[in-house]
């Protein structure tokens, strides 16, 4: 009876043993899977940290922030990466992709896409009259019940309360379709998302993973000004 009880005792450790290497095994994995996706995500806010910074030594340099680059390069319209050669006669031909050869940034995020970017057109002008100019860019935001806030900017942009002059983003790991505020990031001119990254797709302004920074209007100005850039 004892050597049936052993045996059964050893049986069970036995078992007991392989379920424990089994549930570490998919929770390592599980692990894994989601620390690659944080250090992707940490990476690219860093990207977006370096590109905001970026666009400010473009300033300081030139006297001015630097065009977007197009989308699909036309004739006239300057090559892949680099700023557009037109003047931006809209907001809209101010927005597209973050000229990242003028910048000497990498070409895409840590998923691979293109860093998008919408500026001011007025700021792409040289030399920038600070007494006259209004940043136009707004980022919002959404509280718990789905309430839309500003994170930048206000109600109206103006020379007493100014909004942001430029916006760079990334659109994350992947497009979620019928997502309201992801939808609406690519199709914006002034108005920008930026909110915290949801899977949930009955979430307000649906599932999100958008990842956006705006160029700071302060820092913009004394660069410039450090750089004697700015009349």
Same mark, same amino acid.
């Given at each position: 009876?004892?050597?049936?009880?052993?045996?059964?005792?050893?049986?069970?450790?036995?078992?007991?043993?392989i379920a424990t290497v089994a549930l570490s095994a998919v929770l390592l994995s599980a692990f894994s899977g989601g620390s690659g996706e944080?250090?992707?995500?940490?990476?690219?806010?860093?990207?977006?940290?370096?590109?905001?910074?970026?666009?400010?030594?473009?300033?300081?340099?030139?006297?001015?922030?630097?065009?977007?680059?197009?989308?699909?390069?036309?004739p006239g319209m300057g090559e892949a990466g680099r700023e557009r050669t037109a003047p931006c006669?809209?907001?809209?031909?101010?927005?597209?992709?973050?000229?990242?050869?003028?910048?000497?940034?990498?070409?895409?995020?840590?998923?691979?896409?293109?860093?998008?970017?919408?500026?001011?057109?007025? %700021?792409?002008?040289?030399?920038?009259?600070?007494?006259?100019?209004?940043?136009?860019?707004?980022?919002?935001s959404r509280d718990a019940s789905g309430t839309l806030f500003f994170v930048a900017g206000q109600d109206n942009c103006s020379l007493a309360a100014?909004?942001?002059?430029?916006?760079? %983003?990334?659109?994350?790991?992947?497009?979620?379709?019928?997502?309201?505020?992801?939808?609406?990031?690519?199709?914006?001119?002034?108005?920008f998302m930026q909110r915290p990254r949801s899977a949930q797709a009955n979430a307000p302004g649906g599932a999100f993973d958008d990842l956006l920074a705006a160029v700071p209007l302060q820092a913009l100005y004394e660069r410039m000004a450090a750089a004697k850039t700015l009349p």
């Open positions: 009876m004892k050597r049936h009880a052993r045996q059964r005792g050893a049986a069970l450790l036995t078992l007991l043993l944080r250090a992707r995500e940490e990476r690219t806010h860093a990207l977006l940290a370096q590109a905001s910074e970026a666009l400010v030594g473009f300033a300081a340099a030139h006297g001015r922030l630097p065009r977007p680059a197009p989308a699909a390069p036309a006669a809209t907001e809209a031909d101010c927005t597209g992709l973050l000229p990242w050869m003028d910048l000497g940034l990498p070409a895409a995020d840590n998923w691979g896409r293109h860093l998008r970017y919408s500026v001011t057109p007025a %700021f792409t002008v040289a030399p920038l009259a600070r007494t006259a100019l209004i940043a136009s860019k707004r980022v919002l100014q909004c942001a002059p430029a916006v760079i %983003f990334s659109r994350g790991p992947s497009d979620v379709p019928g997502s309201q505020d992801e939808a609406g990031n690519l199709q914006a001119a002034t108005d």
